[in-house]
């Protein structure tokens, strides 16, 4: 693969997960378990869309095959969507929906930290301005991360059950795709298995100093890449554009 | 949770413009503590433009004038025309007064 190409799947990558992330959380619009709450979710939701729109638009400029950020996200189909499967876990109750977005929400920060020091200043500024927003949206979540962990047993219990489900799909988050070796060796984007140990050490305090367990990895997370639920969502997703391809605001 | 309290107390919010102006009330809002009562004041009243400062004080903590005692409290004050800063010249250069 050559350098454009492997770029291109990169930014895929990203774009997607903050796509499908942000569509996860539009799902949350109206059903928070208190108003402003709901306007958190929805503005985080909001921030995802945007750096997906930023980041496929991108993609789409490297592909170089008139594709836009619309097409991208509109008419692929769910094997070509490269989004962690962490991101398309159902909103199965609060404490997933807080769960999953902490486990991303530090994943990002790290990810967009070390982006922002990107050999190609594109990246490099996309990932400072994206940085901004999930600094913000760890705090949201790690806070209530420690609330739902040192509130009643009940709350207690559902967060660990929710990150227990959880855990296997982070450890996609560090797997360098091969088809990158390029682009980390350029300098272009972070090796994702440096990011581990400190992602580790982020997740662990918050989850101690809530009262959690570090859930136990399993040697098979690895090689967990199936998921049931983006057909689902992309069912969804696309439906108006994919039934009335002209349609216009 | 069906008590009227499921949504957490009440805050009040205020905003500031820019350094050294009066922080304005933007409005109210529920959260159960501190941290959620910032992060929902953020979420509510900052997002369209960038202010400079923002509290949130429960709104339990305001002591208020009730509306019977508006009259002994307000009313004395209106009608001296002298109490009014109004015989001062305010240099061009002073802002925000």
């Known amino acids: ?249 | 949770m069906s008590d009227k309290n499921s949504q957490g107390p009440v805050w009040e919010v205020f905003t500031q413009k820019k350094s050294g102006q009066a922080f304005q009330h933007a409005g109210s809002l529920h959260a159960f503590d501190r941290e959620m009562a910032l992060e929902n004041a953020r979420d509510l009243y900052t997002r369209r433009d960038k202010p400079f400062g923002l509290w949130v004080v429960p709104a339990s903590a305001i002591v208020a004038v009730s509306s019977e005692d508006s009259e002994a409290f307000f009313d004395p004050s209106d009608d001296k025309t002298y109490r009014h800063p109004t015989f001062y010249d305010i240099p061009e250069e002073v802002k925000n007064l």
């Open chain 1, 1 to 249: 693969m050559n350098n454009q190409a492997a770029l291109f799947q990169y930014l895929l990558q990203l774009g997607d997960t903050n796509l499908i992330i942000g569509h996860r959380l539009s799902e949350m619009c109206s059903r928070g378990p208190m108003l402003e709450e709901d306007i958190a979710l929805t503005n985080f939701a909001l921030d995802h869309i945007g750096q997906a729109e930023v980041l496929l638009h991108f993609a789409g400029n490297v592909e170089n095959n008139g594709r836009s950020e619309d097409d991208l996200s509109y008419r692929r189909d769910a094997e070509d969507f490269m989004n962690l499967k962490l991101v398309e876990q159902p909103n199965t109750d609060f404490a997933f929906v807080i769960g999953r977005q902490f486990l991303l929400d530090v994943y990002q920060c790290l990810l967009y930290q070390k982006l922002s020091k990107s050999t190609n200043d594109e990246l490099a500024g996309m990932a400072a301005r994206f940085l901004k927003e999930s600094i913000y949206h760890q705090r949201h979540s790690a806070a209530w991360i420690e609330r739902l962990g040192q509130g009643t047993n009940e709350s207690l219990g559902r967060m660990q059950h929710a990150l227990n489900q959880l855990w296997p799909y982070t450890a996609e988050m560090f797997v360098d795709n091969p088809a990158w070796a390029n682009l980390i060796e350029s300098g272009v984007v972070p090796s994702a298995t440096e990011l581990k140990k400190e992602w580790y050490e982020r997740v662990s305090k918050v989850l101690t100093l809530s009262g959690l367990n570090m859930p136990k990895a399993s040697a098979e997370d690895d090689s967990l890449n199936q998921s049931i639920y983006l057909e689902q969502l992309l069912a969804e997703m696309q439906y108006l554009p994919r039934t009335y391809p002209d349609a216009k605001w």
